[in-house]
């Protein structure tokens, strides 16, 4: 693929808003986890974004309102990504710059709130539910179309934990196609009750902060987030060299043991850069923390890199932010580039030794050219994507 520079990007995570914020919890090995009190549940704990209660969307979107809008907000305006998208639309026009967004969940916790506010009589929901703007799921990519002032096409890519990864995807394919100059590409999700109810009815919720690729680790930290980047083509800074998808079609929500279909994922993606395994310097794990996951992925890259790539996991740091981790760690992974950081996971005491990967448990400086970044969704659909340095 024609390499497309990642040109600006906003992040909002439990580590902080911004990316100043992120890359120094990262230095400092800091996570934003926190005991679980959201909603008056209690499972395991949680990555928290600070202040989404108190933030307020403009007059003009508040019928957007929602606590994932919100949180997607924050991202827009955050690192002066919202200044350097108008600064596209003079070169390409607002109609030329498309909107392509993840989210698995949207606005799901507006329709829970509505839904205990019904009339217990007759079952109706309360009046001021815009389902449209707030729980659809087209309703992310409506309010960032909005909120930007664009007028290009607009869509959202829903496939569970890897869906901000495959909207990238999706807005190289828009771009080399000729229907867009330019692409806002991110995601958000953010916490509620179906999420932190339904993984833990899974038994999938640990009980302790999350250890990715630790051999006793129990299960993920559910986490929120919003991230977003402006791709554009261009001939310096750090881009998105190549993508890869799969689909296992193996279970509903239990990987593939030998990670057939994420290894594919992984070779598509060198495919796609025009790259070989030896050409990698770093690998951002999928790394939810989950036995059966980490084992799997383990099983994938070893397939591809053997042991000769350091491989990490940072959802020890901000949780596992369901549709939104892929454009989280794409991010994490550009500041990565630029700063020279291989962060390590975090919390390892002993590395699962039936693992043959190479994982990192330690922060270390070095210079990165290239990384792969994977993400991994329920019911088999897999996205690795190539960032590097033009």
């Known amino acids: 693929m024609t390499p497309l520079v990642l040109s600006a990007a906003g992040l909002v995570t439990a580590l902080?808003?911004?990316?100043?914020?992120?890359?120094?919890?990262l230095r400092a090995r800091r996570d934003g986890l926190r005991r679980c009190d959201f909603a008056g549940l209690g499972h395991g704990f949680i990555g928290r974004v600070a202040d989404v209660e108190a933030h307020a969307l403009p007059p003009d979107?508040?019928?957007?309102?929602?606590?994932?809008?919100?949180?997607?907000?924050?991202a827009l305006h955050s690192d002066g990504f919202a200044a350097a998208v108008a600064e596209a639309v003079t070169r390409h026009g607002a109609?030329?710059?498309?909107?392509?967004?993840?989210?698995?969940?949207?606005?799901?916790?507006?329709?829970?709130?509505?839904?205990?506010?019904?009339?217990?009589?007759?079952?109706?929901?309360?009046?001021?539910?815009?389902?449209?703007?707030?729980?659809?799921?087209?309703?992310?990519?409506?309010?960032?179309?909005?909120?930007?002032?664009?007028?290009?096409?607009a869509l959202t890519v829903s496939t569970a934990c890897a869906s901000s990864a495959r909207a990238m995807l999706d807005a190289a394919h828009l771009i080399a196609s000729g229907i867009a100059d330019a692409a806002v590409v991110g995601g958000a999700d953010s916490l509620c009750r179906l999420t932190l109810a339904g993984f833990a009815a899974l038994e999938l919720v640990s009980p302790e902060p999350c250890r990715p690729c630790d051999a006793g680790r129990q299960g993920i930290s559910v986490g929120e987030a919003a991230g977003f980047c402006l791709l554009e083509r261009g001939s310096t800074g750090i881009a998105l060299l190549g993508v890869g998808a799969s689909s296992d079609g193996y279970h509903m929500s239990s990987p593939r043991p030998d990670g057939a279909?994420?290894?594919?994922?992984?070779?598509?993606?060198?495919?796609?850069?025009?790259?070989?395994?030896?050409?990698?310097?770093?690998?951002?794990?999928?790394?939810t923390g989950t036995r059966a996951n980490d084992a799997a992925e383990d099983a994938?890259?070893?397939?591809?890199?053997?042991?000769?790539?350091?491989?990490?996991?940072?959802k020890g740091f901000t949780g596992h932010t369901?549709?939104?981790?892929?454009?989280?760690?794409?991010?994490?992974?550009?500041?990565?580039?630029?700063?020279?950081?291989?962060?390590?996971?975090?919390?390892?005491?002993?590395?699962?030794?039936?693992?043959?990967?190479?994982?990192?448990?330690?922060?270390?400086?070095?210079?990165?050219?290239?990384?792969?970044?994977?993400?991994?969704?329920?019911?088999?659909?897999?996205?690795?994507?190539i960032l590097g340095r033009l």
């Open 322 to 385: 369901m549709g939104s981790c892929g454009i989280v760690e794409a991010v994490i992974g550009r500041l990565c580039l630029e700063h020279g950081l291989l962060p390590g996971c975090l919390r390892v005491e002993r590395v699962d030794p039936g693992f043959r990967a190479q994982v990192a448990t330690r922060n270390e400086d070095r210079t990165l050219r290239r990384l792969v970044s994977n993400s991994f969704g329920f019911g088999g659909t897999n996205v690795s994507l």
């Open 95 to 153: 109609d030329r710059i498309a909107v392509v967004v993840g989210t698995s969940t949207s606005g799901v916790l507006s329709c829970e709130e509505a839904y205990l506010q019904r009339d217990r009589r007759t079952g109706r929901l309360p009046d001021a539910l815009d389902y449209h703007r707030t729980h659809d799921l087209q309703s992310l990519a409506w309010f960032v179309r909005a909120a930007l002032g664009l007028a290009g096409p």
């Open 261 to 287: 279909g994420s290894a594919l994922a992984m070779r598509r993606a060198l495919d796609s850069a025009g790259l070989e395994p030896r050409d990698i310097d770093a690998i951002n794990l999928h790394g």
């Open 300 to 314: 994938a890259v070893a397939a591809v890199f053997g042991d000769a790539v350091p491989a990490s996991s940072t």
């Open 16 to 25: 902080g808003r911004g990316q100043a914020a992120t890359l120094a919890a």
């Open 61 to 74: 979107l508040a019928g957007f309102d929602c606590r994932n809008n919100r949180l997607a907000d924050m």
